[in-house]
């Protein structure tokens, strides 16, 4: 790693760009809050998730020992803000006609096709909100015992005045929440913000199907002391970085803080990073579905979903990015040339330095020297709060300065590689064959393919597209080369 300056992350909590120090050297403690399994995700729902990977594949590539957790949200969530109305989940198996856990267990399937298509790292831990249950009501106990809860007829509910932080993640001061009080807040609750650790199966909630035991009764977590629970039980009381969408920041981080601190008397994390939302613009909806603009829709357009990695992690992450076709189109072109220059790095050799151009001083010689200048600018704007717009333009410059070379040392080349490893590890979306996931027999069926097409064995090569066919992937002769793609 050359030197560059230290790394600067924008938090939420104290509103300004601070410098990143771990609590403990070396290793990094983060949390994502993962998707609520009811519905197939839409394609903007995925930009906060490729937010959290490229920080965690950056602080790898920085050094540290990251260990991310990203759960499943399969119970809890419910389709109003504080903690009310029907469980999300229970409301699809309805319209679905089948039970909740058939609903989490189908679309918890799609996210993680959608997650390995976009290349993004498997987390640490991917706990399921329905199997920390035991830890969920470990805090809750502990919060009654502190005196942060009160009962009511449906639930246990957090007192936020108990909690003088209340407020500091979103800004959103206790006077202000009461300010805005709707008029079908429950007349049980002390203050409109309080929100439900626990709720019972009574009530609206009687036939809640997933259900558990507690010192309450039967009943069923809040979401908002899901992800507490679940953090805590894998990185400990103390994060270093929690993560998620800007539509995150309240009511859930807040309330994750209130619960979380109170229980612990610790700070719950030192870092909150926060996505801002993908503009969907007029592109809302599939045309195919009639639902919501999914990964297969990017596919079907002729795309890799790695395009949309490319075009989501191309923005600033703090910047709203509109979402258009043509965005993505930009995106296959720049992406493709990145990719078709890292292939021509591949088969650089090493050219010996002549008598004559070590007379002449050739001064595009000294490539080592000039590659140390293009990583540090790539690692400065990655270090400057992940500037992704920045850290291209460095690549891009460096391509045009390595094709402009006449001459390459082996320390040179060295270089170069190395740099190449540091962007792909980065960005995570110029490592095709990686990244499309495709299995073992299908590139083997691929190789044979493509040694049959060298050969103009055309009987040869339409056969193996059969056998590839019926392994359930799409090969396509593009620019000279096969592409190939799940069907
Ligand atoms: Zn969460």
């Not at 039967?218 to 908002?224: I, K």
Request: charged letters at 30%.
């Amino acid at each position: 790693m050359p030197k560059a300056s230290p790394l600067k992350l924008y938090n939420t909590f104290s509103k300004k760009e601070e410098e990143f120090k771990a609590i403990e050297e070396g290793k990094v403690r983060m949390y994502t809050c993962g998707p609520t399994v009811y519905g197939r995700p839409h394609i903007g729902n995925y930009s906060s998730f490729l937010m959290a990977d490229l920080l965690r594949r950056w602080l790898e590539v920085s050094g540290y020992e990251v260990s991310h957790v990203k759960n499943i949200t399969d119970v809890g969530h419910l389709v109003a803000d504080q903690n009310e109305g029907e469980d999300k989940i229970e409301k699809q198996a309805k319209a679905e006609k089948t039970d909740p856990l058939a609903i989490a267990k189908k679309y918890e399937k799609m996210y993680l096709e959608d997650e390995a298509a976009l290349n993004m790292l498997k987390p640490y831990k991917r706990p399921r909100a329905t199997e920390t249950i035991k830890e969920m009501i470990e805090i809750v106990k502990t919060l009654e015992e502190k005196g942060f809860t009160y009962e009511t007829e449906d639930g246990i509910y957090f007192s936020v005045e108990k909690f003088a932080d209340y407020g500091k993640l979103s800004g959103n001061t206790l006077d202000n929440l009461n300010a805005g009080v709707r008029i079908d807040v429950k007349e049980e609750k002390k203050h409109p913000a309080d929100f439900a650790l626990w709720k019972k199966c009574v009530g609206e909630n009687a036939e809640h199907i997933l259900r558990w035991d507690s010192p309450w009764g039967e009943g069923f977590p809040g979401w908002h002391i899901e992800c507490s629970a679940m953090s805590m039980k894998f990185l400990g009381d103390e994060l270093d970085i929690h993560t998620g969408g800007e539509d995150n920041i309240f009511p859930h981080h807040e309330c994750e803080i209130a619960q979380s601190e109170s229980a612990t008397g610790k700070p719950f994390s030192r870092f909150w990073i926060h996505r801002r939302r993908i503009d969907m613009g007029s592109e809302k909806m599939s045309k195919s579905l009639g639902n919501v603009l999914s990964i297969d829709d990017v596919i079907e357009k002729g795309y890799s979903p790695l395009d949309l990695r490319y075009l989501f992690l191309s923005v600033h992450y703090r910047t709203n990015l509109k979402f258009s076709w043509k965005g993505v189109d930009d995106a296959k072109k720049a992406r493709r040339k990145i990719l078709g220059w890292m292939d021509e790095i591949g088969s650089l050799k090493e050219t010996k330095e002549s008598k004559e151009t070590k007379e002449k001083k050739e001064p595009r010689y000294s490539g080592a020297v000039c590659l140390e200048k293009f990583i540090t600018s790539f690692s400065d704007a990655m270090n400057s709060d992940l500037n992704t717009p920045q850290a291209l333009a460095a690549i891009f410059d460096c391509m045009s300065w390595s094709r402009n070379q006449k001459y390459w040392s082996q320390e040179a080349l060295e270089a170069l590689n190395d740099f190449v490893a540091m962007v792909s590890h980065t960005f995570g979306c110029f490592d095709q064959e990686a990244a499309e996931n495709v299995p073992v027999e299908v590139q083997k069926l691929l190789d044979e393919r493509q040694v049959a097409r060298d050969g103009k064995n055309f009987e040869m090569s339409d056969k193996l597209r059969d056998q590839i066919k019926e392994l359930g992937w799409e090969v396509r002769d593009e620019g000279g080369g096969q592409e190939v793609r799940k069907l």
